[in-house]
T-cell receptor
C-alpha cells in the first residue's frame, strides 16, 4: 500500500516569494492534515480536512497561508508571500475519520526561506 | 482543551538499558493517546496507541506504554534499548477532534 506522498521534499526560496506544497493521502482516508514542524518541536496543526471541507483551520495564518483539497483527495498548501519565520518542515498526514484512528504521515517538505 | 507535556527533551541510555520516556496529558474528556517515532529525515510512524481498552498497550519494536488516569500519564518504556531506537519520540493526545503533539524527546543510545 502506498503511503502519504508529498512533494517537493526540499524547497529553498527567497522571502516574499510564493511557495506551494502538494500532498496525496492514502487512498480511502477521509481526513487530511497539514502540520508545521519547527526544529526541535512537535508538529503543530495548521488545517484539517474532512473530505473536501476544512473543519479546523484555526491555527492557519490566513493572511499568507491558504489550502485546498479539491475533490477530497489531493491537497495543496500555499504560502504567499513567504517570510523568514516560515522556514520549517511541512508535514501532511491522513487518516480514517475518528479521534482514535492513527494518522499516517508523509516524509514532509523542508522549506528554507532566505 | 487538550495538551501534552513531555518531560525531558533529551534522554540518553546505554545499549541494553531500560528506556523510559515520560508523557503527561491534560484533557477535559477521556482522551486517546499515541506515541509516534521520527527517524532523521523521515515521517512520523505510530509506535502504539491507547483507545480506552487495555491500559497497558504494546506497540512495535518492543515498546509499551501504560495509561494511568490517576496520574494523567502515558509513559513509554522498553526493557532493553537497541542502537536502532535512537530517534525523536512524540506523545500525542486526541479528543473531540483536537489533536496535539508534545514537543518531543530525543533518545540517544550509547554503545
Amino acid at each position: 500500500e502506498a503511503g502519504v506522498v508529498q512533494s517537493p521534499r526540499y524547497k529553498i526560496i527567497e522571502k516574499k516569494q510564493p511557495v506551494a506544497f502538494w500532498c496525496n493521502p492514502i487512498s480511502g482516508h477521509n481526513t487530511l492534515y497539514w502540520y508545521r514542524q519547527n526544529l526541535g518541536q512537535g508538529p503543530e496543526l495548521l488545517i484539517r480536512y474532512e473530505n473536501e471541507e476544512a473543519v479546523d483551520d484555526s491555527q492557519l495564518p490566513k493572511d499568507r497561508f491558504s489550502a485546498e483539497r479539491l475533490k477530497g483527495v489531493d491537497s495543496t498548501l500555499k504560502i504567499q508571500p513567504a517570510e523568514l519565520g516560515d522556514s520549517a518542515v511541512y508535514l501532511c498526514a491522513s487518516s480514517l475519520s475518528g479521534d482514535y484512528n492513527e494518522q499516517f504521515f508523509g516524509p514532509g517538505t523542508r522549506l528554507t526561506v532566505l | 482543551a487538550q495538551s501534552v507535556t513531555q518531560l525531558g527533551s533529551h534522554v540518553s541510555v546505554s545499549e541494553g538499558a531500560l528506556v523510559l520516556l515520560r508523557c503527561n496529558y491534560s484533557s477535559s474528556v477521556p482522551p486517546y493517546l499515541f506515541w509516534y517515532v521520527q527517524y532523521p529525515n523521515k515521517g512520523l510512524q505510530l509506535l502504539l496507541k491507547y483507545t480506552s481498552a487495555a491500559t497497558l498497550v504494546k506497540g512495535i519494536n518492543g515498546f509499551e506504554a501504560e495509561f494511568k488516569k490517576s496520574e494523567t500519564s502515558f509513559h513509554l518504556t522498553k526493557p532493553s534499548a537497541h542502537m536502532s531506537d535512537a530517534a525523536e519520540y512524540f506523545c500525542a493526545v486526541s479528543a473531540r477532534n483536537q489533536f496535539y503533539f508534545g514537543t518531543g524527546t530525543s533518545l540517544t543510545v550509547i554503545p
